[in-house]
């Protein structure tokens, strides 16, 4: 084959070679490769909770016993048993009280006699007077030992009156409905002031949890914030209760303070003594979505704006800041749950460039407290 001929041959390849591509996508040009970027998913807005434990107790809960002393003579009632207000609960040995009983009206019937007698006795005295068969003074000393007998009547009726209420406060009534939780004495034992408390009674129809919390907390809780609590002994279930007491101080030895929470217990679920767990959300409304700083594009027409990827392109999508703060920055509009946000790689794209993303974790993604 002639030199020239070999030459030419050569050329059309390496033409062929240069120029095929334009002519098979004619006028465009040939698809670019996806720029690799890397980027953060935007998260829900965390909240800012605070946890602590204790237990829970019954609202109405009170240790019951005799304001005298005695010996117990009956337990009338049994630990688990359900009574009424007003229901007996015990009783003190009452023979003695209604000895004294006995005598204080056998001194008032003594007393009635006597003024019946004094009564007679003034009527005579009064028409022998009205005759002048009787000096006046004699007729007054009638007159006084008649109304000293009726004072006597009334003497001795508040003395049985009073006897009679010292037997009644031997019975020990209960004096709201509820549950006997404990029996502390047994009869035959002596009731005395250093052994006051003889029953208790409790009704947990509204119950509290008292929760433990760390120092650095003190200043976040207050009354009427809602709390949610959580029983090991009740998995699945979850109360809510009100707080409505903050311990006005901080115990020394933990560094830790108490709050008490008010819970509907209707069920009677919640019993004394359970082990519970408390959480207090103390988010406030919607806070700013924080972003890494180096996520924010340089400003061009006065506006912030980032890159979000959607279907594999960036879009740039315009955002209103809040505040910078240690290298993130806070976003108040602008970003959706969900959005991908482009925060390496934005020098390499323009918008609507094909990218291919790389999603990494942003821990410090959040809300501003």
Request: proline share 5%; with cysteine; charged share 25%.
């Amino acid at each position: 084959m002639p030199r020239s001929t070999c030459v030419l041959s050569l050329a059309m390849v390496v033409i062929t070679c240069v120029f095929a591509p334009a002519l098979a996508y004619g006028n465009e040009a040939p698809p670019q490769a996806a720029v690799p970027v890397k980027a953060i998913r935007v998260s829900p807005a965390e909240k800012n909770i605070i946890t602590g434990m204790g237990s829970v107790s019954c609202t109405n809960a009170m240790d019951l016993g005799f304001d005298t002393t005695g010996v117990l003579s009956e337990v009338l009632v049994k630990e688990g048993e359900r009574v009424e207000e007003g229901q007996p609960l015990v009783k003190l040995d009452q023979r003695v009280a209604d000895c004294e009983i006995a005598v204080e009206k056998a001194a008032a019937a003594a007393a009635e006699a006597e003024h019946n007698l004094q009564s007679a006795e003034y009527l005579k005295k009064e028409e022998l007077f009205n005759k002048e068969a009787l000096s006046e003074s004699e007729l007054a000393r009638a007159l006084f030992e008649k109304e000293r007998a009726r004072a006597q009547i009334e003497s001795t009726a508040r003395k049985v009156e009073a006897a009679e209420t010292k037997k009644a406060r031997m019975t020990l009534l209960a004096p709201m409905a509820g549950v006997i939780s404990k029996i502390y004495l047994k009869a035959g034992e002596v009731v005395n002031y250093s052994s006051f408390k003889v029953v208790r009674l409790i009704d947990c129809h509204e119950a509290d949890a008292e929760i433990e919390l760390g120092e650095k907390s003190y200043t976040l809780v207050g009354p009427d914030q809602s709390v949610s609590l959580v029983v090991d002994a009740l998995p699945g279930r979850i109360f809510t209760g009100v707080i409505y007491q903050v311990s006005p101080e901080i115990n020394p030895r933990n560094r830790t303070f108490n709050v008490k929470a008010r819970v509907s217990n209707p069920g009677l679920l919640l019993r004394p003594g359970m082990f519970v767990r408390g959480e207090i959300d103390l988010t406030r409304g919607k806070g700013p979505v924080y972003i890494p700083d180096g996520a924010i594009l340089p400003k061009e027409d006065g506006s912030d704006a980032v890159y979000v990827v959607k279907d594999g392109v960036a879009l740039k999508r315009r955002v209103k800041i809040d505040r910078r703060d240690h290298g993130r920055v806070g976003i108040l509009d602008g970003l959706n749950e969900g959005d991908l946000v482009i925060v390496e790689g934005q020098d390499k794209i323009a918008e609507m460039s094909d990218v291919s993303v790389s999603i990494i974790e942003d821990r410090g993604a959040g809300t501003a407290e």
